[in-house]
């Protein structure tokens, strides 16, 4: 038996009087539009984090996602929603096993991320994405990023025809604001953003004048709305568009 209320079912293992507390917390931090099976939930006490998202908890749950694609899509969605970057630190694809995705993710101010982008830059082949580093920037301090967050996510999409083949274990404590302008800061640029970049530059922009134009739109676009423009995500810095340039470059080199 499972009490299903709308489009997430619980299982009956869990106790129905303490859904009253945690369903809207399950809606308000799972992107909408999914199919959701919880297998388990708890909720745990706030430890000393300053400014740390106030309900704490940790959960497993299956959603109807069947595709490597449709998980990736998923998860772009659940960092939107939350406004943070979960980086992968463990991952494989296996075949003609029990499942053919298996992935795991640390939030991207937590000590793994942190060691796993040391241990690529060390390898000189490492193309950042979230904090780019330019020769006219000044370089960015890691350690104002790592705060030790031990939020994670492991995501396996399963190989069986049932309903919820994609499995998921998500530990959501972070020790930091979601949406704070610092937080958001980090957050890497969109797709659309970074082909809007492009646009300019093609259209003849240098790295200044693609800044000023796409920043004058954005400040139109969004009424200089604080949370869109401190949002990496929507809002590049200086040193993110210089970065692009210098791709856009390389690419179109002649010879
Ligand atoms: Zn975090």
Same mark, same amino acid.
């Given at each position: 038996m499972e009490l299903i209320l709308n489009n997430i079912s619980y299982s009956d293992t869990i106790n129905t009087k303490a859904l009253n507390i945690f369903d809207p917390i399950i809606k308000n931090t799972l992107p909408s539009n999914y199919k959701? !099976?919880?297998? #388990? !939930? $708890?909720? =745990? +006490?706030?430890?000393?984090f300053l400014g740390a998202y106030k309900t704490p908890f940790k959960t497993n749950y299956h959603i109807n996602i069947h595709t490597i694609e $449709?998980?990736?899509e998923w998860l772009q969605k659940f960092m939107d929603l939350h406004k943070v970057t979960m980086r992968e630190t463990r991952g494989c694809t296996i075949k003609d096993? @029990?499942?053919?995705?298996?992935? *795991? =993710? %640390?939030?991207?101010?937590?000590?793994?991320?942190k060691q796993k982008q040391g241990k690529k830059n060390n390898n000189e082949s490492y193309v950042e994405?979230?904090?780019?580093?330019?020769?006219?920037?000044?370089? $960015?301090?890691? *350690?104002? *990023? #790592?705060?030790?967050? +031990?939020?994670?996510?492991s995501i396996q999409v399963l190989k069986r025809s049932d309903p919820y083949p994609c499995s998921i274990s998500l530990y959501f404590h972070h020790n930091h604001p979601l949406n704070s302008s610092h937080v958001m800061g980090f957050r890497p640029l969109s797709n659309e953003t970074k082909?809007?970049? =492009? *646009?300019? =530059?093609?259209?003849? %922009?240098?790295?200044?004048?693609?800044? @000023?134009?796409?920043?004058?739109?954005?400040?139109? #676009?969004?009424?200089?709305?604080? $949370?869109?423009?401190? #949002?990496r995500a929507m809002a590049p810095r200086k040193n993110d568009i210089f970065y692009l340039y210098k791709k856009h470059r390389d690419k179109h080199r002649v010879g």
């Open positions: 959701y !099976f919880i297998d #388990d !939930f $708890e909720q =745990f +006490p706030l430890y000393n $449709e998980s990736k096993v @029990h499942y053919i995705l298996s992935n *795991r =993710f %640390h939030c991207i101010h937590s000590h793994a991320v994405n979230t904090q780019i580093q330019d020769i006219n920037c000044p370089v $960015e301090n890691t *350690r104002i *990023r #790592d705060t030790n967050c +031990p939020a994670t996510l082909s809007k970049i =492009f *646009r300019l =530059f093609e259209t003849g %922009h240098n790295p200044g004048s693609a800044y @000023h134009t796409y920043w004058e739109q954005l400040q139109l #676009d969004y009424n200089n709305n604080e $949370e869109i423009l401190a #949002d």
